[in-house]
């Protein structure tokens, strides 16, 4: 099961007015994604080891409620859809009692060092079962198959 990705609203990231600036929501989903992809089984890291990159396509976020410093943001991370060449991906972002703050989503793409779209399906066949998996709704077993280790598809 993916567990949401907790955050706590630091000083820095507010503005002037005590609230957050909504340009920190982009990193909160990037360390959301990060997490998520961890515990899929398959690290941001272990995949640029292996020459594969996922840049961001799309974005777009839609504020709800504001945050302040010191707030506890729990981050769910879904997939929403998966078509072998474009991850979508949303995000929920709520405060501990349920509020939820923002809602938003990105797309991501899979490139290898040259720029070229990677052949997911065959290049890494477990990642693709993984997210077909979360994307149809058996969310708890997504990670089963998937290597634990440090590099994908070992």
Same mark, same amino acid.
């Given at each position: 099961?993916?567990q949401?990705t907790?955050h ?7 503005? @002037? @007015?005590?609230?957050?600036?909504h ?9 959301a ?13 272990? @995949? ?7 840049p ?6 839609e ?10 943001? %729990?981050?769910?991370?879904?997939v929403?859809?998966?078509? /072998? ?8 972002m ?7 703050v ?5 797309e991501h ?6 720029g ?5 399906? %065959?290049d890494?066949?477990?990642f ?7 994307l149809? /709704?058996s969310g708890?077993?997504? /990670? ?6 440090d590099?994908?598809?070992?």
């Amino acid at each position: 099961m993916i567990q949401p990705t907790v955050h706590r609203v630091q000083y820095y990231e507010t503005d @002037m @007015m005590g609230i957050v600036h909504h340009a920190n929501y982009l990193h909160w989903m990037e360390e959301a994604r990060i997490d998520f992809m961890d515990q899929l089984g398959f690290p941001y890291a272990a @995949m640029e080891r292996n020459q594969i990159y996922s840049p961001v396509k799309t974005v777009s976020c839609e504020y709800r409620q504001p945050c302040t410093f010191g707030e506890e943001i %729990r981050i769910r991370v879904s997939v929403e859809a998966f078509n /072998g060449v474009v991850l979508r991906i949303g995000y929920e972002m709520e405060k501990p009692s349920g509020e939820t703050v923002c809602t938003a989503h990105s797309e991501h793409v899979f490139l290898n060092r040259e720029g070229r779209f990677v052949r997911l399906k %065959r290049d890494l066949p477990e990642f693709c079962r993984a997210l077909e998996q979360l994307l149809n /709704g058996s969310g708890g077993e997504a /990670g089963k198959d998937a290597p634990a280790g440090d590099e994908p598809g070992a």
